[in-house]
């Protein structure tokens, strides 16, 4: 058993990026755990006990305690296994809050404009949030050139923090194509963009943590269902 | 901008200061030594997020240029320069680099500055996720719903008021018997994230009709604690002075 790693559960969902992001870490390090998945759309006791605040996935309990926000979780591995593989943050302050600013802004603005697209009703609202979630990645390109400086990924050589804060929706962005045929990252308007995601696809840590489209796809089904029925209430 | 009853800090002067401490501060040398480089911090007065930053910057004791934006006049280039994409304060400056969004200039202020007191603990970490956790759910709540229980009216109002006193019993539980939300470190990253709030309760409480002392003593005791603390006195304005200014809001925005 690896240093500090003592019991570790993952509560998650197969195709959130918040999880995949998560699982992606802890591959980078080489730390195992047990994953056990959650049905969001029927809360069970395990998420209302250990995320009694949010009930959101992930959750990561270490030693029965639980650790929340995919982001602190990210931290916190690094926190933990600091000295194992690759870290997920970069060493340098000033990197580092520039590495937090653009995954707040992952989170904060991308995550809510690709979802609203899934829970868009009206063509409008559809055409909106496509164009929203092409603005933001116009900025997310900029920041790859300011973070990457020339290297491979946004953390340098290697995978990072804000490598895997963007690159856990791309299997969600493929999925976005086959549903409305728009493609959020491409040569044309994202260059650099669409060469970063093929190499974070390559990657060995992340590989086989992507889910695949079908499922991401059939959970939308469900979403959209979920969503639908709540909003008619 | 009114009279501030406390100088949020110790350079202020509504005006420039003299030249950086080193010659050439650039970004392409991470390595120098940052703690010689000046620090300017572009912000508005009664902004919550600014003041945590004024709050940090005063528990660690870091002396810096204060520039208020008035941000009711319009935006200055620098500040849209500085954060391009939100085009909002706080920004930190330092020397010329800019940190945007406030729970980020702390931790960055905690680890460019390491010689000074950390807000977040230095070496738990778990406690730290936990900090991370809470600072998190005050970013998510506080403003946003109080926002709206002076916005709106009626039904919609009284769900924002339901909702406060959610907020604050639920982060009155987080608190329990601790002096501090930092605990054993002390006065900490969720106490700062969180104390600029204790000047804008007495107006959701107006607008509400509700007492934080009824539905939270818990954390009416703690608002009473953090007053006291200088680094807060000092870096806060009066809660009539907040209450006038969402006055001043609404006027803005056309609401009643």
Known sequence: ?233 | MPTPIHTPSTLHSGRHTTATLTPNPTSSNPTMASTDQQLVLLDFWVSPFGQRVRIALAEKSLPYEYVEEDLLAGKSDRLLSSNPVHKKIPVLLHGDRPVNESLIILQYLDEAFPDAPSLLPPSDPYARAQARFWADYVDKKVYDCGSRLWKLKGEPQLQARAEMVEILKTLEAELGEKEFFGGEHGFGFVDAALAPFSAWLPSYERYGEFKVAEVAPGIAAWVERVGKRDSVAKSLYAPDKVYDFIGVLKKKYGIE
């Open chain 1, 1 to 233: 058993m690896a240093a500090g790693e003592g019991d570790l559960k993952l509560l998650g969902l197969l195709v959130s990026p918040f999880v995949v992001r998560v699982r992606m870490a802890l591959s980078m390090k080489g730390v195992s755990y047990e994953y056990i998945e959650q049905d969001i759309f029927n809360k069970g006791e395990l998420l209302v006990r250990y995320n009694p605040v949010h009930k959101k996935v992930p959750v990561l309990i270490h030693n029965g305690k639980p650790v929340c926000e995919s982001l602190a979780i990210l931290e916190y591995i690094d926190d933990i296994w600091g000295t194992t593989g690759n870290s997920v943050l970069p060493a340098d302050p000033y990197e580092r809050a520039i590495a937090r600013f653009w995954a707040n802004y992952i989170d904060d603005k991308m995550f809510p404009s690709w979802i609203g697209l899934l829970k868009a009703e009206t063509e409008e609202e559809k055409a909106e949030k496509v164009n929203q979630t092409l603005a933001v990645l116009m900025h997310l390109e900029d920041a790859f050139a300011l973070c990457s400086n020339g290297k491979a990924f946004f953390g340098g050589d290697s995978v990072g923090y804000l490598d895997l804060a963007l690159g856990s929706n791309l299997f969600w962005f493929e999925a976005l194509r086959e549903l409305f045929g728009v493609a959020f990252i491409d040569e044309g308007r994202t260059p650099l963009l669409a060469s970063w995601a093929e190499r974070f696809g390559e990657a060995a840590a992340v590989k086989e943590m992507v889910p695949s489209v079908d499922k991401a796809l059939e959970h939308a089904k469900k979403f959209r269902a979920f969503f639908a029925a709540a909003a008619a209430k």
